[in-house]
């Protein structure tokens, strides 16, 4: 028991740590082939937050264990939202962009119940269902480029590395993912087992926390930094990232079945962007009675779900 929560500590911080490196030389490979920063944003950099999610999803399914693979993405949402935003608007308000509150909420809201609805009408996400999701994903990289073009001070800093560190940089983050996720997932299922949990509920607590560790501290320091601004707009891009990148990457690998039992946990996660968009309509601001609350809901259902296992 001790060594496999040992081993998951390992996993989880070769997961962070490949994921930075990884994307590091993939930014600055793609600055040598003088592709545009903005591209390079909304591409490797955007997606590296979401790589130990899609590492994860990708190694349970062909492992088949189906549920972390779900439960990752679904838990890490709802963490997102109801622990990550929760604790954050405590330290600080936070502020909400227009664009994330008039069109990427509702997408997110979208997006939920589309994944509910295909896990409900087909039992899975079927490799057809992925495509859906990796088409949706396109369309959203689209309105992200065509809103980074109406913003081009955003453009991204590339860090210049020579060509040998950005072929260790890549290669060697990729092989820590790959190491990270098979360690995060075997010795996840071994405490599930040991502890007499479902690997539904340690995909939707455990994994989902540790994956979703990197956007805690990121909106943490954000907040301590009094640059609140990010921090929503960044978790929303993270909900939508895990659901149509993550989950449509690894249904179009391997099929993934969807246990009837995440339609609780599904709803939830629906209910958790609901919540967001209701707290923060009026004044476009979650402040930290809102944040106090989202905090509490989240206690109360990690509570539920070891409670009922």
């Not at 997006?111 to 859906?132: D, H």
Request: aromatic share 10%.
């Amino acid at each position: 028991m001790l060594l496999d929560v040992l081993l998951l500590i390992i996993g989880f911080v070769l997961l962070t740590r490949g994921a930075d490196y990884f994307v590091d030389g993939s930014s600055a490979l793609a600055g040598k082939l003088r592709i545009p920063p903005i591209i390079i944003g909304l591409t490797v950099v955007a997606m590296g937050t979401s790589a130990p999610e899609a590492f994860i999803s990708i190694i349970s399914a062909i492992h088949n264990s189906n549920s972390i693979a779900i439960g990752n993405v679904i838990g890490s949402n709802i963490a997102n939202i109801f622990l990550i935003l929760g604790i954050t608007s405590i330290i600080y308000p936070l502020t909400v962009q227009k664009n994330t509150l008039t069109y990427e909420m509702p997408f997110v809201a979208f997006i939920t119940i589309l994944l509910c609805w295909m896990g409900m009408k087909f039992g899975m996400i079927s490799r057809g269902c992925a495509i859906v999701l990796l088409g949706l994903f396109i369309m959203f990289l689209m309105y992200l480029y065509i809103m980074s073009k109406k913003n081009k001070d955003q453009d991204i800093e590339i860090k210049q590395i020579s060509g040998l560190k950005i072929s260790l940089y890549v290669f060697g983050g990729l092989i820590a993912l790959v190491l990270g996720s098979n360690l995060t997932v075997d010795s996840a299922v071994n405490i599930a087992r040991y502890v007499g949990v479902s690997e539904r509920v340690i995909g939707l607590t455990i994994i989902a926390f540790g994956t979703s560790v990197p956007e805690l501290v990121t909106c943490v320091i954000a907040a301590l930094k009094k640059q609140s601004d990010i921090a929503i707009g960044n978790i929303i891009g993270s909900n939508i990232f895990n659901i149509l990148f993550v989950l449509g990457i690894a249904g179009v690998i391997l099929p993934i079945p969807f246990n009837s039992a995440f339609m609780f946990d599904g709803f939830l996660a629906l209910m958790a962007i609901i919540m967001l968009m209701l707290f923060t309509c009026k004044n476009r601001r979650l402040g930290r009675f809102g944040g106090i609350i989202f905090v509490i809901i989240y206690a109360l259902y990690i509570a539920f779900l070891v409670i009922g296992k």
